[in-house]
């Protein structure tokens, strides 16, 4: 085996963002832009020598590529085993599966998750450690700063691999297993759940729809809802993965999910409605004419969990992102068990879940997972409904109308700015953060300011600080405005400001939510002169 230690120059732009290097196609076409990021990485892990990699992507424009430039850099760096996804197939949640399974020392998962593929959209190399979870930020930041002084990546020449065939093959000293992408994933969901039940529940002429939006998720949902479920075929559709996901947008969302949405709301829907995003780890849940959001979803799940398998000895503890609704917190609390608040990003749920503290997370932005892996899984909250489904025999609509009855609802919405100036988006969050003080007890509208912070968290495991998560401006009415920037966005910037608003009173349970939360989305705008700095009077989108 002959390695090359090829001459290179850093790249400036090679940042890890909220969920690893995420650029448009063109830029990771440039040459040695991808050999360059992928031995920083390599450089990161100076124990590798002798380890196992996993290796897989959600199948977009470059995926295939990119897994055979891994493998040679890889063969190049002293690993002694790659496992990589057939077809250079994993979703997001499998991969974390796969690593943690194999006691592999990481995980190279390309994938820009929801974002558009093809050779205009999105791509994205994310790093992911040996407990399976995305690379805290101590180990981004040192991927980063090598990437800005890298001289040279080590590479093995030879021909590509086949990717499509199951089994083993070698690149010099290095083993390459082509695994089933799906076998590893549905062993751990069979452990989980209670499958028998589900099957039963199909059997009984349950129906329903679930959109894997031509992304990586088609293959993993066939064989688990249609083959081993028996749900009919055509239960799963767009199911299979296309380098550009059939020129969709693969968020699962109401607005890019919309024909599952509409089928949803209509007459002939289905029992239940679910979609997941590109890479697998989020999840849209609609019951038929009501759209269960995010936030809501990880409370219900939280508190009906112990009716499956994996999770009957009950919660240690449940974690929900900053900006997501506090439904969970309700919950927690009525179960007696801990709630904690984190950053946006997955990589904070890492530590609470490593110790033990949280069983439960999630995020709303279509994200909900458990200690079963680290990563956030959008087919496993769809099983848990399923699971949930099955055991209460309650419709899902119903289970929704008797959570917020118990619990109160939180009316929620998200406003996205998408692709505003940055300098503009700068000069907004700046604005506010040097307001907080003056803020609380300004009246706008019919509301009253009685909080305003800029969101800090301190690790309860390891004591780490991250400062300025998100600005938080709390209501005496029960409501609530966070704003912060996009961290994954590819263009210019993005804001979101997340709306939401509590209500207990039982006669006041099924209102509008434009209606409901109009008065704090006025105050929104108001508060952070967001039509005048950012010359947008609308949002680009509303979820
Ligand atoms: C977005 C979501 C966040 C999620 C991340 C990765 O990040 O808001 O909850 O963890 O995508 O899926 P953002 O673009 O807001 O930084
Ligand atoms: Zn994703």
Same mark, same amino acid.
């Given at each position: ?72 850099? +890889? ?111 549905? #062993? ?37 809802? $249609?083959? /081993? ?66 936030? !809501? ?15 009957? +000895? ?24 801990? +709630? ?13 879940? !490593? ?69 503009? +988006? ?10 907080? #003080? ?11 300011? /009685? ?14 600080? /991250? $400062? ?10 029960? #409501? ?7 961290? /994954? ?10 709306? $939401?608003?509590? $209500? ?40």
């Amino acid at each position: 085996m002959t390695v090359t230690h090829v001459p290179t120059t850093a790249f400036s732009d090679q940042k890890p963002g909220t969920s690893g290097l995420r650029k448009k196609v063109p830029v990771f076409q440039q040459p040695r832009y991808v050999e360059n990021f992928v031995q920083a990485i390599f450089d990161t892990i100076p124990e590798r020598e002798g380890t196992t990699l996993v290796v897989g992507g959600d199948g977009r424009y470059l995926n295939r590529q990119v897994v055979q430039t891994t493998l040679k850099i +890889a063969a190049a760096n002293g690993f002694a085993r790659v496992l990589v996804g057939q077809g250079g197939l994993l979703s997001t949640p499998a991969a974390s599966c796969v690593i943690r399974k194999h006691g592999a020392i990481g995980g190279i998962i390309l994938s820009a998750s929801h974002n558009p593929g093809g050779p205009d959209g999105d791509f994205g190399i994310k790093f992911n450690t040996a407990n399976g979870g995305p690379a805290p930020e101590g180990i981004t930041a040192a991927i980063y700063a090598r990437t800005r002084t890298l001289t040279e990546y080590r590479i093995v020449d030879g021909p590509d691999r086949d990717l499509d065939a199951l089994g083993t093959t070698r690149i010099g000293d290095m083993t390459v297993e082509v695994i089933d992408p799906v076998a590893d994933y549905a #062993a751990l969901m069979r452990d989980l759940i209670d499958f028998p039940a589900i099957t039963r529940l199909f059997a009984a002429g349950f129906r329903m729809r679930f959109d894997a939006m031509s992304a990586v998720t088609g293959p993993y949902a066939k064989a688990i809802l $249609e083959d /081993t479920f028996g749900a009919a075929p055509g239960t799963v559709i767009n199911a299979v993965p296309m380098e550009d996901f059939g020129g969709h947008h693969p968020d699962p969302n109401p607005v890019h999910a919309h024909e599952l949405y509409d089928l949803m709301q209509g007459a002939d829907a289905p029992d239940f409605g679910a979609a997941s995003d590109g890479d697998g780890d989020r999840n849209m849940i609609v019951a038929p004419g009501l759209f269960v959001t995010p936030s !809501d979803s990880l409370a219900i799940l939280a508190a009906h969990a112990h009716r499956a398998p994996g999770y009957a +000895a009950g919660l240690a503890g449940i974690a929900r992102s900053m900006p997501t609704s506090r439904a969970a917190d309700r919950v927690a609390a009525s179960l007696g068990i801990a +709630a904690y608040e984190t950053p946006t990003g997955w990589k904070f749920f890492g530590n609470l879940l !490593d110790a033990g503290l949280i069983t439960l997370c999630g995020e709303e932005s279509a994200g909900t997972g458990s200690n079963h892996v680290r990563e956030k899984d959008g087919l496993w909250a769809v099983l848990m409904w399923l699971n949930i489904l099955a055991a209460t025999g309650r419709p899902a609509q119903d289970l929704v109308r008797a959570h917020w009855a118990a619990f109160g609802r939180d009316y929620y919405t998200r406003h996205d700015y998408e692709e505003i100036d940055a300098e503009a +988006a700068k000069r907004l969050m700046d604005g506010l953060r040097a307001r907080l #003080a003056e803020l609380p007890g300004r009246r706008i509208g019919d509301l009253t300011v /009685t909080s305003a912070d800029d969101f800090r968290y301190v690790d309860p495991v390891d004591g780490s600080v /991250t $400062e300025q998560q998100g600005i938080r401006i709390g209501f005496a009415e029960d #409501a609530r405005v966070v704003y912060r920037l996009s961290g /994954t966005g590819t263009a210019g910037a993005t804001l979101r400001v997340y709306i $939401e608003r509590y $209500e207990a009173a039982r006669d006041r349970l099924e209102r509008p939510v434009a209606e409901v939360l109009a008065s704090a989305v006025q105050a929104a705008g108001e508060l952070a002169d967001i039509a005048a700095i950012t010359g947008r009077s609308e949002p680009s989108v509303v979820t």
